[in-house]
């Protein structure tokens, strides 16, 4: 889904939502370099400096990350997210005490007292299931380095975790939002929207990790889908654009069809234990 207007400044907003991660890229794998970018493709660059900056030696490598997953990353954040998950199971399976007429010990002062509710019972803690959807904004700053994205990811799925063993379910789409000006021309906004985990779906971190946490899904693959978006002015090939702020990520949600509960990034994530960040998931002020 795709829409093109023109906004309140002057300027033109392109917002594009894919519902799943094969279909973004079925979107971008065909398309030609628009003219603007052409010689100037920075997801394609293979030099030792955008090895740094991207984590990957080339498009292709990046690609397979994609589609396959990050198995590297994903098993190391497996890992503390398995943790996370006994500790959340412990906390879950807490039962409130009661009495009743039957249960599995006698309340003695109730049953001397000829109270028909005089066993002790145990039931589980349950929370009404409810949908939660979360918009993660995976821009950050070229000095952002990939031990901090991981750990947001990290975060991240340990809330994800949390809120669906309270009885939650999580829709989560990776966002990326940047402006752009040229003289006269007012702001331009461009907005990816690609939905990563379906609230019918169990949290999957090898499909997620990638989309989420690793740089060049930002800096290969989403500088990809810019370049080859025809409606894109060509002031963006001069540098891509500039981050927004969360709130400016919510105001476009809309555009893109996307129902929003909340709009995290990569700070909030990193700064944050994933009890926080669940809280903030679960008790935020739709956007």
Known sequence: MKTVKKNESGGTTIVERFDSVATFWAGISEKETQNAFKGYEYSKDNSKRRLEFTGTKDFESATKLL????????????????????????????????????????????????????????????????????????????????????????NLAGAIVALEAGGARVNVFANWTVWDSKRGGGKHYTSLFVRVKNASQPLDCL????????????????????????????????????????????????DAGVKCDRVLDYQSASENDYKALARMIDTGVII
């Open 67 to 154: 589609l396959e997953g990050d198995r590297q990353s994903a098993d190391e954040v497996l890992r503390q997210v398995t943790a996370i998950k006994r500790q959340v199971g412990k906390e879950t399976q807490r039962q409130r005490v009661g009495t009743g007429v039957v249960g599995f010990a006698p309340n003695v002062p109730n049953y001397l007292a000829g109270v028909p509710r005089n066993m002790i019972t145990a039931t589980p803690n349950k929370r009404k299931e409810k949908i939660i959807n979360l918009v993660y904004n995976i821009g950050c700053p070229y000095s952002v380095d990939k031990e901090t994205l991981k750990k947001a990811v990290i």
């Open 207 to 254: 499909k997620m990790i990638y989309p989420l946490g690793h740089p060049s899904m930002l800096r290969r693959h989403a500088f990809r889908w810019i370049e080859t978006t025809k409606e894109v002015p060509e002031c963006f090939s001069h540098g891509y654009g500039s981050q927004v702020e969360p709130h400016q990520v919510g105001r476009l949600c809309a």
